[in-house]
């Protein structure tokens, strides 16, 4: 099969965080959410294995409660940065109770050291299908955003989803469809700034 590189690299490079500019009113099909995490699912898998879950939520009695929890996380944040928050997150935070959907990302098991190469190995399989299942939203004109803030309040979190002992959350999606928002390339270092060669601090382009 051929592979459209231009079409692929175009929702690589424009899989933007999405806080406002969102549809609030208009549900997402289940079975939409479902193809994405299909996709989510072909991911890479690393020494963790196969050890996603998802939770989808569309009933607005847990989408409140998160909502609470996550408006409270990131006023402590930018209250403990000695910061104002920013107007986007203000326009999610304030109406995140009213997304159509929220995808939690989670892993069954827990990892096996506090080692670097423990905890990368042990999300090397969970964050990539993170990350597929953000650019197979952002491909069907999804907004989401990935927010790791609730990994704070994990107990708060198992509770208000009924997540067993033995798993974490790592991210969650909230999602909704676009509205009135253009996804457009960000401005970022080019490659030749950021990539050494054979080592470190050496660039040859």
């Not at 933007?16 to 072909?42: G, M």
């Not at 208000?160 to 509205?179: C, N, R, S």
Request: glycine letters at 6%.
């Amino acid at each position: 099969m051929q592979i459209d590189v231009d079409q692929v690299d175009e929702v690589l490079s424009t899989a933007r965080s999405v806080r406002k500019n969102l549809d609030f009113d208009r549900p997402v099909d289940r079975q939409v959410l479902l193809d994405c995490i299909d996709v989510a699912v072909q991911a890479p898998v690393g020494l963790g294995g196969e050890n996603w879950r998802f939770v989808v939520v569309d009933d607005p009695a847990p989408k409140q409660e998160i909502a609470v929890l996550y408006r409270e996380i990131l006023e402590r944040i930018f209250k403990e940065r000695g910061m104002d928050m920013k107007p986007t997150h203000k326009a999610l935070t304030g109406r995140l109770h009213e997304i159509p959907a929220m995808i939690f990302v989670c892993v069954d098991g827990l990892p096996p050291d506090e080692a670097p190469a423990g905890q990368i190995g042990f999300y090397g399989s969970i964050l990539p299908a993170a990350w597929s299942l953000m650019l197979a939203l952002r491909a069907r004109n999804l907004g989401t955003t990935w927010t790791s803030l609730l990994s704070a309040r994990q107990d708060d979190v198992a509770k208000i989803l009924g997540m067993p002992d033995g798993t974490l959350l790592t991210v969650m999606f909230p999602v909704a469809h676009l509205k009135g928002a253009t996804l457009r390339r960000a401005k970022r270092d080019p490659a030749a700034q950021v990539t050494f060669w054979n080592r470190w601090g050496e660039n040859s382009v």
